[in-house]
T-cell receptor, first 112, second 115 residues
């Protein structure tokens, strides 16, 4: 089966930096995605990595190491509105737009 | 664009009743996915379509679940008969087939409660 692991919960302070880790063991790999989901809302796309290295997008960065089956999402200058669940997802195959397999998500609480 | 539109937003039904969830994907997106989200299991893929054709329904829990996509702008997920363990948030998502990231756009979801 496909296995995607993330911590269940994290807490961080407003203004700080937080790193959310994701490890995966899947039958194939064709890209890793991070989504943000506020309580009671739909997941929204944050980032995409298919090659090793760091992708930066404003306060958010995402890193991938394919050899280690590892990714992290880095959030800088945390704001209260960043309190949400963060979902790691992997595309398993390369043939077309095949579905994503999601981890269970990490619930981040930002405190003052 | 109005995004992916799902209806209803909330549904409360009694065990044994039929439930129909609806989804309108983003115009021009030729992939449509149905996911179910629970605290215990997270987001699970139920079925997905490409150009209105079902490609993989191996995630559909059992025969009580069925999904259709009669045209490019409409899909339904039906549960008949419903059971309390079907209580979850059901998301529809759509995606274009071009573009490196192939990211999904999710609808707002339908929160289903079966009592």
């Amino acid at each position: 089966g496909q296995n995607i692991d993330q911590p269940t919960e994290m807490t961080a302070t407003e203004g700080a930096i937080v790193q959310i880790n994701c490890t995966y063991q899947t039958s194939g790999f064709n890209g890793l995605f991070w989504y943000q989901q506020h309580a009671g809302e739909a997941p929204t796309f944050l980032s995409y990595n298919v090659l090793d290295g760091l992708e930066e997008k404003g306060r958010f960065s995402s890193f991938l190491s394919r050899s280690k089956g590892y990714s992290y999402l880095l959030l800088k200058e945390l704001q209260m509105k960043d309190s949400a669940s963060y979902l790691c997802a992997v595309r398993i195959t390369s043939s077309g737009n095949t579905p994503l397999v999601f981890g269970k998500g990490t619930r981040l609480s930002v405190i003052a | 664009d109005a995004g992916v539109i799902q209806s209803p937003r909330h549904e409360v039904t009694e065990m044994g009743q039929e439930v129909t969830l609806r989804c309108k994907p983003i115009s021009g997106h030729d992939y449509l996915f149905w996911y179910r989200q629970t605290m215990m299991r997270g987001l699970e893929l139920l079925i997905y379509f490409n150009n209105n054709v079902p490609i993989d329904d191996s995630g559909m829990p059992e025969d009580r679940f069925s999904a259709k996509m009669p045209n490019a702008s409409f899909s339904t997920l039906k549960i008949q008969p419903s059971e309390p363990r079907d209580s979850a948030v059901y998301f529809c998502a759509s995606s274009p087939s071009t573009g490196a990231a192939y990211g999904y756009t999710f609808g707002s979801g339908t929160r289903l409660t079966v009592v």
